[in-house]
């Protein structure tokens, strides 16, 4: 119903401004689309966020995303004042923008998908966050390198955005960009020590891992969230041995809220 709705209120414009020379009718339906572009106000707790929703992929992390993780949500929460946030799979923002208006130091919100990246970093400004976190749009594996990085949409919020190992699978909508570790990230950049990391990149998870030795060794380090939605029934298994080398057990600290997110806390 919504689409075609919109489609019909495309035909009366484009009726309406038939009259119009070639780049009047452009510049009319380009301010139309800077008007009609919307911000929805979402409550998280007793922080109050505005979220930039540019396409319809976008409505589901103001309709459902501020409560789909409630584990998270009080894993951040729980965040001292003086800690850093690293955010990888950042996507538009909603996490690391929780951080930061929970009062955080520092947030690095990492995010590779360009279109989300655009909304992520036009939400940081609208809610005037700015000074608090560093966007960064990057691919993140376990080392260098030019990869072929999968577009699940080319709508921003969009997931199923993955950097394909084997190029003849690649197919679909992609680019080429480079990756970084960690570790390398860190030492290019002069970023400093982190406090609590979130991964969340539809299966390189343990590949980021294995790319962030040195920061999972920093006693920094406190916490450390990821997503593990393989269906590699020896992925769990995996993550838990790869972070039990570094001395993280996982925990329900933070309650169970049925998702696919493991919270790992320093034994």
């Not at 925990?251 to 320093?266: E, H, P, Q, V």
Request: charged share 20%; aromatic share 8%.
């Amino acid at each position: 119903m919504t689409k075609l709705f919109a489609s019909f209120l495309n035909a009366i414009i484009g009726i309406v401004i038939a009259i119009l020379p070639r780049w009047k009718r452009l510049t009319v339906r380009a301010r139309l689309f800077d008007k009609l572009q919307t911000f929805e106000t979402v409550q998280i707790g007793d922080k109050t966020l505005q979220l930039f929703i540019p396409d319809r992929t976008c409505v589901y992390w103001a309709k459902s995303g501020p409560n789909s993780e409630p584990t998270t949500n009080a894993w951040i929460k729980s965040f001292a004042p003086e800690d850093t946030f690293l955010d990888i799979g950042a996507n538009i923002g909603l996490y690391s923008m929780m951080a930061a208006a929970h009062g955080v130091t520092r947030v690095y919100a990492i995010e590779p998908n360009p279109f989300s990246f655009s909304v992520l970093a036009r939400n940081i400004v609208a809610n005037k966050l700015d000074t608090v976190i560093s966007p960064l749009c990057l691919a993140m594996s376990e080392g260098s390198s030019v990869v072929t990085f999968k577009l699940g949409s080319l709508h921003a919020g969009s997931i199923y955005n993955e950097i394909m190992t084997d190029e003849s699978t690649a197919g679909g909508m992609s680019i080429t960009t480079t990756s970084f570790s960690v570790d390398e990230l860190f030492k290019i950049q002069g970023m400093s020590e982190v406090n609590h990391l979130k991964i969340d990149v539809d299966g390189l998870e343990l590949q980021i891992l294995r790319g962030a030795t040195k920061t999972l060794s920093d006693k920094a380090l406190k916490t450390v969230l990821v997503e593990d939605n393989s269906e590699d029934k020896n992925s769990a298994s995996k993550l838990i041995s790869f972070l039990g080398r570094f001395d993280f057990v996982q925990s329900d600290a933070w309650g169970k809220d049925g998702t696919d997110n493991k919270i790992f806390i320093r034994d």
